[in-house]
């Protein structure tokens, strides 16, 4: 990824971290004192159409300002940064999390942004970041005390090609673990991992995708097992999981999903299921020790990424208050 296409990028998640609405609340009303405005319970997620699209639209702002922190837009970016991650801020959203119906909000999938966001912040050679991380340390804590204790009482995992995929959000947890040495929650996500995926054999990709999913359930978990797993362990293991790359076994993966129509934002979650599975693709095949699968992977996964990038730019605001993310995701992988 270039600074160019840097710039076009991340003007998708500028422009909707601040914009209010529309908006979706993911949370339960337990009175009528609840029913006021979003952005004054989360005042620093409250863009974007919803929480964890803000959270991860903040993370799409700083990644990019690190990988190019001469780009035009640093300056806009720093200062949407500054007003929301701000102490003040960070100690509401804080205390939205103390509430017992916002116990369970965003768990997994935007707990796990948030996470990743922090990872970001606190491996920065920045001192903006220093005070941006420290902000949001406490509610990153608070959650990842919450996922262990989730991890405690969840007997199986969730499989689901959208936002509940347990995979997914261990993928994203596990990175974030490991760049900032929280060995505790490490080791619950790979001792769960173990316990829940490692017998898993032919995985059903032929039942992918369904129609308004933006992950592939198969990819996720395989991606996720390629960092737990050590090369040899990982590769035996999937043998059994994918036994065979070949079209009647894995066609409904090696064609990009059909798009019909872009702009339905259910619809083109499909467009990021393209991006998703490029970096799956791509996680699986740096692990994969023969060299013509590797190389089919890594084809496969190349024409996931051209043909999403394609499309992102016409999904409207569905799309495109997230999609940047993805991509981002994908590209500085």
Not at 11 to 33: E, N
Not at 281 to 291: G, M
Request: positive net charge.
């Amino acid at each position: 990824m270039d600074e160019k296409l840097a710039s076009d990028l991340i003007q998708l998640s500028i422009s909707c971290v601040d914009k209010k609405f529309p908006y979706k609340v993911g949370y339960r009303y337990i009175d009528s004192t609840w029913i006021r405005p979003h952005y004054k319970l989360t005042p620093s997620f409250y863009g974007c159409w919803d929480w964890h699209s803000a959270v991860h639209g903040h993370w799409s702002m700083v990644k990019i300002l690190k990988e190019f922190p001469n780009i035009k837009e640093a300056e806009n970016i720093r200062e949407k940064i500054r007003k929301n991650l701000s102490k003040n801020n960070l100690e509401k959203e804080f205390q939205f999390f103390q509430n017992d119906f916002a116990k369970g909000f965003e768990r997994t999938y935007g707990w796990a942004w948030l996470m990743l966001l922090y990872s970001e912040l606190e491996t920065w050679d920045d001192i903006e970041a220093k005070n941006w991380s420290k902000n949001l340390k406490p509610l990153v804590d608070l959650l990842s005390e919450r996922t262990i204790i989730f991890l405690n009482k969840l007997s199986k995992p969730l499989r689901p090609g959208t936002h509940a995929n347990t995979a997914f959000s261990f993928s994203l947890m596990y990175e974030y673990a490991q760049k900032t040495n929280n060995e505790k929650l490490l080791n619950k996500i790979k001792e769960y991992s173990i316990k829940h995926f490692s017998y898993d054999k032919n995985c059903p990709v032929s039942y992918e995708p369904s129609g308004t999913d933006f992950l592939s359930p198969c990819l996720a978990e395989a991606s996720l097992m390629s960092k737990i797993l050590s090369e040899r362990e990982f590769n035996n293991w999937l043998s059994k999981f994918f036994p065979s790359f070949k079209e009647e076994n894995f066609g409904s993966i090696i064609t990009p999903p059909e798009v019909l129509d872009p702009k339905d934002p259910g619809i083109g979650h499909l467009i990021g299921l393209m991006f998703h599975r490029a970096w799956t693709l791509n996680d699986v095949a740096n692990k994969i020790q023969n060299d013509d699968k590797k190389l089919f992977l890594y084809k496969i996964s190349k024409n996931h990424t051209k043909k999403g990038f394609e499309l992102m730019f016409d999904s409207g605001y569905g799309g495109e208050h997230w999609l940047a993310t993805f991509a981002i995701y994908n590209f500085t992988r």
